[in-house]
Protein backbone atom coordinates (compact mmCIF):
# COMPACT_ATOMS: atom_id res chain seq x y z
CA UNK A 1 0.00 0.00 0.00
CA UNK A 2 1.40 3.50 -1.29
CA UNK A 3 1.33 5.15 2.64
CA UNK A 4 2.46 1.88 4.22
CA UNK A 5 6.50 2.16 5.58
CA UNK A 6 8.40 0.10 3.72
CA UNK A 7 12.58 -0.75 3.49
CA UNK A 8 15.26 -0.19 0.67
CA UNK A 9 18.53 -1.70 1.47
CA UNK A 10 18.08 -1.77 5.31
CA UNK A 11 16.75 1.98 5.29
CA UNK A 12 12.96 2.42 6.66
CA UNK A 13 10.93 4.69 4.14
CA UNK A 14 8.09 6.04 5.27
CA UNK A 15 6.00 5.36 2.58
CA UNK A 16 6.27 4.64 -1.02
CA UNK A 17 6.24 7.97 -2.43
CA UNK A 18 9.35 9.63 -4.17
CA UNK A 19 10.41 12.86 -4.63
CA UNK A 20 12.75 12.62 -7.39
CA UNK A 21 15.59 14.57 -8.89
CA UNK A 22 14.56 18.45 -9.57
CA UNK A 23 16.86 20.63 -10.16
CA UNK A 24 17.03 24.17 -8.30
CA UNK A 25 17.83 26.68 -11.05
CA UNK A 26 19.29 29.57 -9.73
CA UNK A 27 19.73 28.86 -6.27
CA UNK A 28 23.67 28.62 -6.69
CA UNK A 29 27.05 29.03 -8.92
CA UNK A 30 30.27 26.87 -9.23
CA UNK A 31 28.32 23.76 -7.68
CA UNK A 32 27.60 24.91 -4.08
CA UNK A 33 24.55 23.80 -2.24
CA UNK A 34 23.25 26.99 -1.06
CA UNK A 35 21.52 27.38 2.33
CA UNK A 36 18.27 27.90 -0.17
CA UNK A 37 18.38 24.89 -1.16
CA UNK A 38 19.28 23.32 1.73
CA UNK A 39 16.26 24.76 3.46
CA UNK A 40 14.19 23.55 0.59
CA UNK A 41 14.79 20.13 0.92
CA UNK A 42 13.88 20.33 4.88
CA UNK A 43 10.59 21.40 3.86
CA UNK A 44 10.05 18.44 1.46
CA UNK A 45 12.11 16.07 3.67
CA UNK A 46 8.66 17.61 6.71
CA UNK A 47 6.29 17.17 3.81
CA UNK A 48 6.76 13.12 4.04
CA UNK A 49 8.26 11.73 1.28
CA UNK A 50 9.61 8.04 1.98
CA UNK A 51 12.41 8.88 -0.11
CA UNK A 52 14.51 12.03 -1.54
CA UNK A 53 16.61 12.14 -4.57
CA UNK A 54 18.48 14.93 -4.64
CA UNK A 55 18.61 17.12 -7.58
CA UNK A 56 21.58 16.24 -10.87
CA UNK A 57 24.61 17.34 -9.44
CA UNK A 58 27.59 17.43 -11.87
CA UNK A 59 30.17 14.56 -11.64
CA UNK A 60 33.13 17.40 -13.86
CA UNK A 61 32.98 21.00 -13.57
CA UNK A 62 32.93 20.74 -17.12
CA UNK A 63 29.72 18.72 -17.49
CA UNK A 64 26.83 20.81 -16.25
CA UNK A 65 23.66 21.02 -17.41
CA UNK A 66 23.20 24.31 -16.00
CA UNK A 67 25.94 26.69 -13.98
CA UNK A 68 23.24 26.51 -11.15
CA UNK A 69 23.42 23.15 -10.53
CA UNK A 70 25.28 21.55 -7.39
CA UNK A 71 28.83 19.75 -7.78
CA UNK A 72 30.18 17.00 -6.41
CA UNK A 73 33.33 16.91 -8.43
CA UNK A 74 36.08 17.83 -5.43
CA UNK A 75 35.75 17.14 -1.57
CA UNK A 76 34.89 20.29 -0.77
CA UNK A 77 31.31 19.81 -1.63
CA UNK A 78 31.08 17.11 1.33
CA UNK A 79 30.06 18.99 3.84
CA UNK A 80 27.20 20.68 2.26
CA UNK A 81 26.09 17.26 1.26
CA UNK A 82 26.91 16.21 4.99
CA UNK A 83 24.14 18.54 5.39
CA UNK A 84 22.00 17.44 3.20
CA UNK A 85 22.23 13.86 4.85
CA UNK A 86 21.41 15.41 8.62
CA UNK A 87 18.26 17.44 7.59
CA UNK A 88 16.68 14.72 5.61
CA UNK A 89 17.92 11.75 8.55
CA UNK A 90 16.76 13.91 10.86
CA UNK A 91 12.80 13.55 9.22
CA UNK A 92 13.54 10.27 8.74
CA UNK A 93 14.06 10.12 5.41
CA UNK A 94 16.83 8.56 3.34
CA UNK A 95 18.68 10.70 0.43
CA UNK A 96 20.22 9.46 -2.20
CA UNK A 97 21.97 12.02 -4.93
CA UNK A 98 21.52 11.95 -8.39
CA UNK A 99 25.04 12.47 -10.41
CA UNK A 100 25.39 13.35 -13.59
CA UNK A 101 27.97 13.97 -16.58
CA UNK A 102 25.74 16.66 -19.22
CA UNK A 103 27.62 15.05 -22.04
CA UNK A 104 26.12 16.84 -25.01
CA UNK A 105 24.37 19.09 -23.25
CA UNK A 106 26.97 20.36 -21.29
CA UNK A 107 26.98 24.56 -20.48
CA UNK A 108 30.11 24.87 -18.88
CA UNK A 109 32.31 22.67 -20.51
CA UNK A 110 33.19 21.02 -24.80
CA UNK A 111 29.81 18.70 -25.51
CA UNK A 112 30.86 15.22 -25.32
CA UNK A 113 29.23 12.25 -27.17
CA UNK A 114 30.12 8.23 -27.62
CA UNK A 115 29.91 8.23 -31.56
CA UNK A 116 28.93 10.34 -34.41
CA UNK A 117 25.73 12.52 -33.90
CA UNK A 118 22.28 11.41 -34.98
CA UNK A 119 20.43 13.79 -37.11
CA UNK A 120 17.43 13.00 -34.95
CA UNK A 121 18.44 14.91 -31.80
CA UNK A 122 16.94 18.36 -30.79
CA UNK A 123 17.15 21.56 -29.35
CA UNK A 124 20.09 21.64 -27.04
CA UNK A 125 21.49 18.73 -28.20
CA UNK A 126 21.00 19.54 -31.71
CA UNK A 127 22.79 23.07 -31.55
CA UNK A 128 25.90 21.46 -29.56
CA UNK A 129 25.72 18.48 -32.18
CA UNK A 130 27.80 20.33 -34.65
CA UNK A 131 30.41 20.98 -32.07
CA UNK A 132 30.10 17.48 -30.21
CA UNK A 133 33.39 15.74 -29.80
CA UNK A 134 33.60 11.88 -29.39
CA UNK A 135 35.06 10.47 -26.66
CA UNK A 136 38.19 8.26 -26.73
CA UNK A 137 37.72 5.15 -24.58
CA UNK A 138 40.91 6.04 -22.15
CA UNK A 139 38.34 8.93 -21.60
CA UNK A 140 35.53 6.96 -20.76
CA UNK A 141 37.35 4.67 -18.08
CA UNK A 142 38.24 8.41 -16.70
CA UNK A 143 34.56 9.59 -16.55
CA UNK A 144 33.82 6.24 -14.64
CA UNK A 145 36.35 7.06 -12.32
CA UNK A 146 34.67 10.21 -11.79
CA UNK A 147 31.47 9.37 -11.06
CA UNK A 148 32.50 6.72 -8.40
CA UNK A 149 34.68 9.50 -7.41
CA UNK A 150 31.93 11.33 -6.61
CA UNK A 151 29.59 8.32 -4.89
CA UNK A 152 32.63 7.97 -2.64
CA UNK A 153 32.25 11.71 -1.41
CA UNK A 154 28.50 11.10 -1.08
CA UNK A 155 28.85 8.19 1.02
CA UNK A 156 31.76 9.98 3.58
CA UNK A 157 29.00 12.93 3.39
CA UNK A 158 26.37 10.15 4.96
CA UNK A 159 24.05 10.22 1.77
CA UNK A 160 22.85 7.04 1.68
CA UNK A 161 23.23 6.51 -1.97
CA UNK A 162 23.50 7.65 -5.84
CA UNK A 163 21.09 7.63 -9.03
CA UNK A 164 23.47 7.80 -12.37
CA UNK A 165 21.22 9.67 -14.43
CA UNK A 166 21.08 7.95 -17.83
CA UNK A 167 18.24 9.69 -19.09
CA UNK A 168 16.95 13.02 -20.68
CA UNK A 169 20.33 13.32 -23.19
CA UNK A 170 22.64 13.44 -21.31
CA UNK A 171 26.12 11.47 -21.10
CA UNK A 172 25.13 8.18 -20.21
CA UNK A 173 21.71 8.29 -21.73
CA UNK A 174 23.77 8.62 -25.43
CA UNK A 175 25.94 5.69 -24.65
CA UNK A 176 22.42 3.56 -23.36
CA UNK A 177 20.63 3.78 -26.78
CA UNK A 178 21.65 2.37 -30.21
CA UNK A 179 20.30 5.15 -32.08
CA UNK A 180 22.98 7.87 -30.17
CA UNK A 181 25.70 5.24 -29.47
CA UNK A 182 27.71 4.13 -33.18
CA UNK A 183 30.84 3.07 -31.49
CA UNK A 184 32.33 0.21 -32.84
CA UNK A 185 34.69 -0.64 -29.87
CA UNK A 186 33.43 -2.26 -26.52
CA UNK A 187 31.58 0.31 -25.81
CA UNK A 188 29.02 0.52 -28.26
CA UNK A 189 26.93 -2.13 -30.23
CA UNK A 190 25.54 -4.75 -28.78
CA UNK A 191 23.41 -4.25 -25.61
CA UNK A 192 26.32 -5.00 -23.34
CA UNK A 193 28.60 -2.52 -24.63
CA UNK A 194 26.06 -0.10 -24.86
CA UNK A 195 25.13 0.14 -20.94
CA UNK A 196 29.14 -0.47 -20.36
CA UNK A 197 30.32 2.06 -18.97
CA UNK A 198 27.23 2.12 -16.50
CA UNK A 199 27.91 -1.19 -15.40
CA UNK A 200 31.43 -0.45 -15.44
CA UNK A 201 30.00 2.42 -13.32
CA UNK A 202 28.03 0.42 -10.84
CA UNK A 203 31.09 -1.80 -10.15
CA UNK A 204 33.29 0.57 -9.12
CA UNK A 205 30.83 2.24 -6.93
CA UNK A 206 29.80 -0.95 -5.20
CA UNK A 207 33.55 -1.96 -4.74
CA UNK A 208 34.36 1.72 -3.64
CA UNK A 209 31.54 2.24 -1.29
CA UNK A 210 30.16 -1.06 -0.03
CA UNK A 211 27.58 -2.94 0.22
CA UNK A 212 24.65 -1.13 2.06
CA UNK A 213 25.25 1.95 -0.18
CA UNK A 214 22.16 2.43 -2.52
CA UNK A 215 22.71 2.37 -6.56
CA UNK A 216 19.95 3.21 -8.81
CA UNK A 217 20.18 4.20 -11.95
CA UNK A 218 17.35 6.75 -13.46
CA UNK A 219 17.18 5.39 -17.43
CA UNK A 220 14.77 5.56 -20.52
CA UNK A 221 13.19 1.93 -20.28
CA UNK A 222 11.86 1.94 -23.66
CA UNK A 223 15.55 2.86 -25.69
CA UNK A 224 14.39 2.48 -28.32
CA UNK A 225 12.36 -0.09 -27.66
CA UNK A 226 10.41 -1.66 -24.50
CA UNK A 227 12.59 -4.80 -25.04
CA UNK A 228 15.44 -3.08 -25.73
CA UNK A 229 15.08 -1.16 -22.53
CA UNK A 230 14.43 -4.63 -20.27
CA UNK A 231 17.57 -5.80 -21.75
CA UNK A 232 19.63 -3.03 -20.17
CA UNK A 233 17.28 -3.65 -16.77
CA UNK A 234 18.35 -7.34 -16.34
CA UNK A 235 21.87 -5.82 -17.18
CA UNK A 236 22.05 -3.19 -14.19
CA UNK A 237 20.69 -5.43 -12.08
CA UNK A 238 23.03 -8.55 -12.74
CA UNK A 239 26.22 -5.47 -12.34
CA UNK A 240 24.75 -4.32 -8.66
CA UNK A 241 22.13 -1.95 -9.27
CA UNK A 242 19.60 -1.72 -6.25
CA UNK A 243 16.69 0.17 -8.05
CA UNK A 244 15.27 1.61 -11.37
CA UNK A 245 13.80 4.48 -11.77
CA UNK A 246 12.32 4.74 -15.28
CA UNK A 247 11.98 7.88 -17.39
CA UNK A 248 12.92 8.76 -20.98
CA UNK A 249 16.44 8.70 -22.60
CA UNK A 250 18.68 9.76 -24.91
CA UNK A 251 15.52 11.51 -27.75
CA UNK A 252 12.65 11.27 -25.47
CA UNK A 253 11.58 7.89 -26.66
CA UNK A 254 7.89 7.00 -26.17
CA UNK A 255 5.79 3.65 -26.71
CA UNK A 256 2.14 3.13 -27.46
CA UNK A 257 0.16 2.75 -24.40
CA UNK A 258 -1.69 -0.08 -24.50
CA UNK A 259 -5.69 0.54 -23.77
CA UNK A 260 -5.60 -1.45 -20.15
CA UNK A 261 -3.28 1.43 -18.87
CA UNK A 262 -5.06 4.17 -20.54
CA UNK A 263 -4.55 6.57 -17.49
CA UNK A 264 -0.59 6.67 -18.00
CA UNK A 265 1.75 7.67 -20.35
CA UNK A 266 4.20 6.09 -22.05
CA UNK A 267 6.98 6.24 -19.30
CA UNK A 268 5.07 4.84 -16.29
CA UNK A 269 3.55 2.47 -18.58
CA UNK A 270 7.25 1.95 -19.45
CA UNK A 271 8.11 1.12 -16.02
CA UNK A 272 5.03 -1.08 -15.23
CA UNK A 273 6.88 -3.74 -18.11
CA UNK A 274 10.10 -3.25 -16.86
CA UNK A 275 9.11 -4.10 -13.38
CA UNK A 276 8.09 -7.67 -14.96
CA UNK A 277 11.43 -8.45 -15.88
CA UNK A 278 13.62 -7.91 -12.86
CA UNK A 279 13.76 -8.54 -9.27
CA UNK A 280 15.04 -5.03 -8.16
CA UNK A 281 12.32 -2.41 -6.96
CA UNK A 282 11.30 0.01 -9.86
CA UNK A 283 10.13 4.08 -9.51
CA UNK A 284 7.54 5.25 -11.82
CA UNK A 285 8.03 8.41 -12.52
CA UNK A 286 6.39 11.15 -14.69
CA UNK A 287 3.17 12.70 -14.56
CA UNK A 288 2.07 9.93 -12.41
CA UNK A 289 0.29 13.43 -10.61
CA UNK A 290 -2.65 11.87 -8.63
CA UNK A 291 -2.59 9.33 -5.66
CA UNK A 292 -5.21 7.22 -6.97
CA UNK A 293 -2.75 6.78 -10.00
CA UNK A 294 -0.04 6.05 -7.22
CA UNK A 295 -2.60 3.56 -5.49
CA UNK A 296 -3.19 1.93 -8.71
CA UNK A 297 0.67 1.29 -9.71
CA UNK A 298 1.78 0.75 -5.68
CA UNK A 299 -1.35 -1.08 -4.15
CA UNK A 300 -1.43 -2.89 -7.93
CA UNK A 301 1.75 -4.28 -7.35
CA UNK A 302 2.49 -2.48 -10.88
CA UNK A 303 5.65 -1.17 -9.22
CA UNK A 304 7.05 -0.53 -6.28
CA UNK A 305 7.65 3.11 -5.92
CA UNK A 306 5.81 6.03 -7.47
CA UNK A 307 7.44 9.70 -7.69
CA UNK A 308 5.98 13.04 -7.59
CA UNK A 309 7.83 16.24 -9.05
CA UNK A 310 5.62 18.73 -9.18
CA UNK A 311 2.78 18.13 -7.09
CA UNK A 312 5.17 18.25 -4.08
CA UNK A 313 7.14 21.57 -5.95
CA UNK A 314 3.56 23.46 -5.84
CA UNK A 315 2.97 22.14 -2.14
CA UNK A 316 6.05 20.98 0.67
CA UNK A 317 3.22 19.11 1.99
CA UNK A 318 1.42 17.47 -0.48
CA UNK A 319 1.98 13.83 0.86
CA UNK A 320 1.07 14.16 3.95
CA UNK A 321 -2.16 16.37 3.04
CA UNK A 322 -2.83 13.88 0.60
CA UNK A 323 -2.82 11.21 3.44
CA UNK A 324 -5.12 12.93 5.41
CA UNK A 325 -7.62 13.74 2.76
CA UNK A 326 -6.84 17.36 3.37
CA UNK A 327 -6.28 20.16 0.49
CA UNK A 328 -2.96 21.03 -0.97
CA UNK A 329 -2.15 23.73 -2.97
CA UNK A 330 -2.32 22.55 -6.89
CA UNK A 331 0.26 22.43 -10.13
CA UNK A 332 -1.00 24.95 -12.43
CA UNK A 333 0.47 22.49 -15.20
CA UNK A 334 2.29 25.64 -16.69
CA UNK A 335 3.39 24.65 -20.41
CA UNK A 336 7.02 24.93 -19.55
CA UNK A 337 7.43 24.07 -15.89
CA UNK A 338 8.84 27.63 -13.74
CA UNK A 339 10.83 25.85 -11.78
CA UNK A 340 13.03 25.31 -14.54
CA UNK A 341 13.93 29.24 -14.67
CA UNK A 342 14.06 31.07 -11.15
CA UNK A 343 12.34 27.57 -9.25
CA UNK A 344 10.00 28.66 -6.60
CA UNK A 345 10.05 32.33 -7.34
CA UNK A 346 8.26 32.20 -10.25
CA UNK A 347 5.69 29.22 -9.67
CA UNK A 348 2.31 30.62 -10.31
CA UNK A 349 1.16 27.44 -7.81
CA UNK A 350 3.28 28.86 -5.12
CA UNK A 351 2.21 32.71 -5.72
CA UNK A 352 -1.30 31.69 -5.24
CA UNK A 353 -1.17 30.11 -2.04
CA UNK A 354 0.61 33.13 -0.92
CA UNK A 355 -1.88 35.23 -1.91
CA UNK A 356 -4.65 32.60 -0.28
CA UNK A 357 -2.89 32.85 2.43
CA UNK A 358 -2.34 36.82 2.75
CA UNK A 359 -5.98 37.27 2.34
CA UNK A 360 -6.91 35.16 5.12
CA UNK A 361 -4.31 35.83 7.52
CA UNK A 362 -2.16 32.80 7.90
C1 LIG B 1 12.39 22.19 -12.60
C2 LIG B 1 12.64 20.73 -12.87
C3 LIG B 1 13.92 20.22 -12.72
C4 LIG B 1 14.17 18.86 -12.97
N1 LIG B 1 15.41 18.37 -12.75
C5 LIG B 1 15.64 17.04 -12.94
C6 LIG B 1 16.89 16.46 -12.63
O1 LIG B 1 17.80 17.08 -12.07
N2 LIG B 1 17.08 15.15 -12.94
C7 LIG B 1 16.08 14.38 -13.48
O2 LIG B 1 16.30 13.21 -13.72
N3 LIG B 1 14.87 14.89 -13.73
C8 LIG B 1 14.63 16.19 -13.46
N4 LIG B 1 13.37 16.69 -13.64
C9 LIG B 1 12.27 15.76 -14.00
C10 LIG B 1 11.52 15.33 -12.72
O3 LIG B 1 12.32 14.53 -11.88
C11 LIG B 1 10.26 14.54 -13.06
O4 LIG B 1 10.60 13.35 -13.72
C12 LIG B 1 9.31 15.34 -13.95
O5 LIG B 1 9.00 16.58 -13.33
C13 LIG B 1 8.00 14.58 -14.19
O6 LIG B 1 7.44 14.18 -12.97
P1 LIG B 1 6.12 14.91 -12.36
O7 LIG B 1 5.04 14.74 -13.39
O8 LIG B 1 5.84 14.15 -11.09
O9 LIG B 1 6.45 16.34 -12.15
C14 LIG B 1 13.11 18.02 -13.39
C15 LIG B 1 11.82 18.55 -13.52
C16 LIG B 1 11.57 19.88 -13.25
C17 LIG B 1 10.17 20.40 -13.36
Redesign the pocket.
Known amino acids: MIFEKCRLKGRLLKNHIVF??????GWSAHGEMSERRLEHYRKVAKGGAGLI?S??SAVNPEAM?TES?PGIWSDSFIEGYEKLAGICHAEGVPVTV?I?HAGIKSVTGEPLVPGPVSSDISGRAKRAGGRARELASSEITAIEDQFAAAALRLKKAGIDGV?L?G??GFLLSYFLSPVTNKRGDEYGGSAENRARIVTDIIKKIRAGCGGEFIIGI?YGGATPSLEDGAVLAKLFEDSGCDIL?I?TGALGEAVPVPEKYVEFNS?VYTAIEIKKRVSIPVIA?????TIEKGKILVDGGLTDFA???????ADYDWVKKTEQGKESAR?LHCRS????TR?FDDCPARKREQRRAAASGN
Open positions: PAVVCFIEALQQNEHAHRDSCSNSVGAYARNILCCRWFA
